[in-house]
Structure formats: C-alpha cells, structure tokens
C-alpha cells in the first residue's frame, strides 16, 4: 500500500505541483527510507502510522547523525506526504499534527583556515592522471565554492574559462556564473588537456567534467573520499568534508573585505539570512580591529 501512496503522491508532485527533477528526487529518497523503517515495524499501510512511529523515525535519523537541516527536510517530506493522504481521505487523522518540527540551529559552519586549504591544494600528484583531476577538483571547489552536487554535474561547455567564469545549475534549476580564478583555470586546463581525454569514453563520459576510472561522473560519494584522503594526508583534525570547502571560500572571501550580496550570488543562496551565517564567523576578527583601531577599543 505505501509503495503506491509514495509513487501517487510523487506523481502529483510533478504533474500538480511541477517540481523540479531535484525536488521529487529528494522527497523520494526521503519517503523511501521512512517506508524501510516501517517495514521493519511490520506497517504498510499509513492509517496505521502514529505520532510515536514519527518520533522513532527521527530518533533513528539522529543516532545516524541527521539532525538540523537534514532532519527538517525529512520533516517537510513527510509533512507534504500526509497533508496529501489527508486531502484524498486516504487517512482520517493525520500524525505529523501530533509531533513537533526538528529545530535547526544556525550553527557555525566548520572552516579552514587559508594555510590549511593551501596544505590540502599542495598534496595531489600532478603527473598521475587522478592527481591532476584531484588537484583541478579542489582548486575549483575552493575557488567557485559550488555545492558537491554542482560540482559533480559539472560539463566540459559550462566552463568558460576565457572569460574567467563557469556556469552552475543550483538548487530549483536556477543557473548561474561564478568567477574562477587563475589558479583554478591553470589547473582546470591541465586536467583538460592531459587527464580527461585519458579518462573519457564517448559513450559513458556524457560531456561530464570531472570523471571517475570507470569512465563515468564522479558521485558524491566519490569526491568526499577525494576530499578525506587529502585532508588525512595533511594532517588536519577538524571535521572536513566537502561542504567545508564552500563555507571556506565564503569566509575568506568575507574576511578579505568582500561585498555580502556579491558573496550571496556567488554562493547561489535565495536568502541573505543563509549567507549572513558566515559573517558570524567573522565577528572576532572585527571585535580585535576594533579593539586596535578605535580610539577608546
């Protein structure tokens, strides 16, 4: 029964609603892991879900480390789902009313600081056909700070590097160009000419940018292990992943004078309040200019 609640509703979403592709292919991922949970509580039929198998559902997600964020989207998933069930009198009551929404911290996002991305940068082996794609990678990612997903679904006609710009496809499909700098253009370059056509197989590369050894896009997964190896390599304890780039390049920027709304549009945030988190960060160093500059600091 869920199964064809699930396929209904994400059905609705697209034709109804008109959804992007990105969108639906969240809420299914989403609905899906709630249906294995409630497989494994013997339940296939959502009259009878209740408030206590939400609760255990999130208590499941945050033993597996997802909270904020992570958890508040689940939330609006199954939200969406059930408001559904309830408007096509597939459920009478509906549990989500009973249960309250997981609470997202504006916490400070982990960053680098510019001798540590530096360390990282350095580490790959350029004359080996995976250094030289790891290196083009990360000076890219520290350079534009795309999101991992546009990173990965970069193509070789999204880069203008004449002009000193690439084109992203961001979150609801919207596109827009990010400055690259000449660091990451050299090596991009590199990659291009000495790499990729090492990597390509026409039928399998698509025009992707960045690919693995079977010939195909990188996966999340796949630049997240780049992104470990090199951070274990150099040494670092902080908690790095690919994120960790993206805020790193919005604080340094930030720190080095940089205009918010021009951060924001680099970033591709629809909110300022979302790029204003980074300005947190910012605030010891502009407590100590102050105490420095100010005539009574």
């Not at 892991?33 to 039929?45: E, P, T, V």
């Not at 000076?139 to 991992?148: D, H, I, K, P």
């Not at 680099?266 to 407590?287: C, F, P, W």
Request: proline content about 3%; charged content about 25%.
């Amino acid at each position: 029964l869920m199964e064809t609640f699930v396929k209904e509703y994400l059905g609705y979403l697209k034709l109804e609603k008109n959804l992007s592709d990105n969108t639906i292919h969240s809420y299914k991922n989403d609905l899906a892991a709630f249906k294995d949970f409630l497989n494994d509580q013997g339940i296939d039929d959502p009259a009878y879900i209740t408030a206590e198998h939400l609760n255990n559902f999130f208590k499941l997600l945050k033993e597996l480390g997802l909270v904020g964020s992570s958890a508040a989207r689940y939330f609006s998933s199954l939200k969406g789902f059930f408001l559904y069930l309830i408007q096509n009198k597939y459920i009478i009551k509906n549990p989500v009313d009973k249960i309250s929404a997981p609470k997202i911290s504006k916490k400070l996002p982990g960053v680098l600081d510019v001798s540590e991305v530096e360390k990282i940068l350095s580490l790959p082996d350029v004359d080996n056909k995976f250094g030289l794609r790891d290196k083009a990678i990360l000076e890219l990612f520290y350079a534009c700070g795309t999101r991992v997903s546009e990173l990965i679904n970069l193509k070789v006609n999204d880069l203008f590097l004449n002009d000193e710009v690439i084109r992203v496809l961001g979150k609801g499909s919207k596109e827009r160009l990010i400055p690259i700098g000449s660091s990451a253009i050299k090596w991009v370059k590199e990659y291009l000419s000495k790499s990729r056509p090492l990597l390509m197989k026409k039928m399998k590369s698509e025009n992707y940018l960045f690919l693995n050894s079977r010939n195909t896009k990188l996966s999340r997964m796949g630049v997240w292990k780049i992104i470990d190896r090199y951070v274990k390599q150099a040494d670092i304890k902080k908690d790095v992943h690919p994120h960790t780039f993206r805020h790193s390049f919005a604080t340094h920027l930030l720190e080095g004078g940089a205009d918010l709304r021009a951060v924001q549009e680099m970033l591709g945030h629809a909110d300022i309040s979302t790029t204003q988190i980074y300005t947190h960060i910012d605030r010891d160093y502009i407590k100590q200019i102050h105490k420095q500059y100010h005539p009574r600091g």
